[in-house]
């Protein structure tokens, strides 16, 4: 069986979703290193035509779209993986549309018809968790989970903070998309101790190139500016593992808005956290259902909050340096133990062979 996998541009999710399943079984794609470039698109073109089975991750482009059905008539197998939901009000950040001068609210729901279409033409729909698949069986019975996962090779050995001060962080789309909001009053309080320095790795650089982007941001910079924080903007992705590690975090907080997009999530930033051993506090909702609550091993290498009386209970604990050290050196033997790609690598061939 021969695979080719098709980026959608996100580096990141291409990474968890395509190059870790790539690399461990031996297939190609349009990009085949965590350092690599994506390949010309004539070169994916012969990489698809010469495959048996095609990849596509989140094929938001019409373009992607047509190319699937082409490739369908051809006899090629069809996957569509997505790890978000594009369905309106959902909560969906409108940046995720693209950096558009207008009409974004349309180009959303543009993208989603596409998406729902490429689900309910392709051969089998992969994607992170029950919760997101749910989305897509009413239009593809033929949806499997396939969780994301970890490649220890890929990240160094954790560092360790040696400073004076408890390193808190917060990483990714809860700095971008106002998911901090939870625990705003919190935060506030955070960047005021002493004792406390607050990181932030998220938002991009504040240059000429990026004045247009920074219209999307505005309030999340305008609230990000007016706290004592250490900012590290975002990083090309084949940086993003070096850079968090480097961060020397005592500890992450992942707070989450409470809507249907967020909990169509994944747990990917506990993983990430767990191969730098930082332990995590992260948003629970109500009903159970956040991404961190999904696979109910993980809350005993974790702690979750819903309240702002649990997020302040939960970072308390975590004050305690033999406390925090203890959970994230767990965190890291869990993570590496039952999400490894090495050990799960198979899971993906089993899947594709559609038997």
Not at 142 to 167: A, Q, Y
Not at 194 to 206: A, N, R, T
Not at 320 to 329: H, I, M, Y
């Amino acid at each position: 069986m021969k695979v080719y996998f098709l980026t959608g541009g996100y580096d990141g999710c291409y990474y968890v979703r395509c190059l870790l399943p790539l690399v461990h079984n031996g297939w190609w794609g349009a990009k085949t290193s965590i350092r690599g470039r994506p390949a010309s698109l004539s070169s994916q073109f012969k990489g698809a035509m010469a495959a048996d089975v095609i990849v596509f991750q989140r094929p938001m482009q019409k373009e992607m779209l047509e190319a699937a059905k082409l490739l369908k008539q051809k006899g090629k197998v069809i996957i569509y993986d997505n790890d978000d939901t594009y369905t309106a009000n959902s909560g969906v950040p409108k940046q995720m549309s693209s950096i558009l001068e207008e009409q974004i609210d349309k180009k959303l729901e543009s993208i989603d018809a596409t998406l729902k279409e490429f689900v309910s033409i392709a051969d089998v729909v992969t994607t992170t968790t029950e919760f997101l698949a749910d989305e897509y069986r009413p239009l593809n019975p033929n949806t499997v989970v396939l969780p994301n996962m970890v490649d220890p090779d890929d990240w160094s050995k954790p560092k360790r903070n040696e400073g004076d001060k408890i390193r808190i962080g917060l990483v990714g789309s809860v700095v971008n998309n106002q998911d901090y909001t939870p625990i705003k009053n919190i935060l506030k309080e955070l960047s005021e101790r002493e004792d406390v320095q607050l990181v932030i790795l998220g938002l991009p650089p504040k240059i000429k190139a990026t004045e247009y982007v920074q219209q999307f941001y505005k309030t999340e910079y305008e609230f990000w500016q007016s706290h004592n924080i250490e900012w590290q903007p975002f990083v090309p992705h084949e940086d993003y593992n070096d850079t968090l590690n480097n961060l020397a975090l005592d500890i992450m907080l992942i707070p989450r808005a409470d809507n249907y997009f967020n909990r169509c999530k994944s747990n990917v930033k506990f993983l990430e956290a767990a191969m730098c051993q930082i332990p995590v506090i992260a948003q629970s909702f109500p009903d159970g259902k956040s991404p961190y609550e999904a696979n109910p091993k993980d809350k005993d290498y974790l702690l979750l909050a819903n309240s702002e009386d649990e997020w302040r209970e939960q970072i308390e604990k975590l004050m305690d340096k033999q406390t925090r050290r203890e959970l994230g050196e767990k965190a890291y033997e869990y993570v590496t133990k039952d999400y490894n790609i090495k050990d799960k690598a198979h899971l993906w061939k089993e899947v594709y062979q559609l038997n």
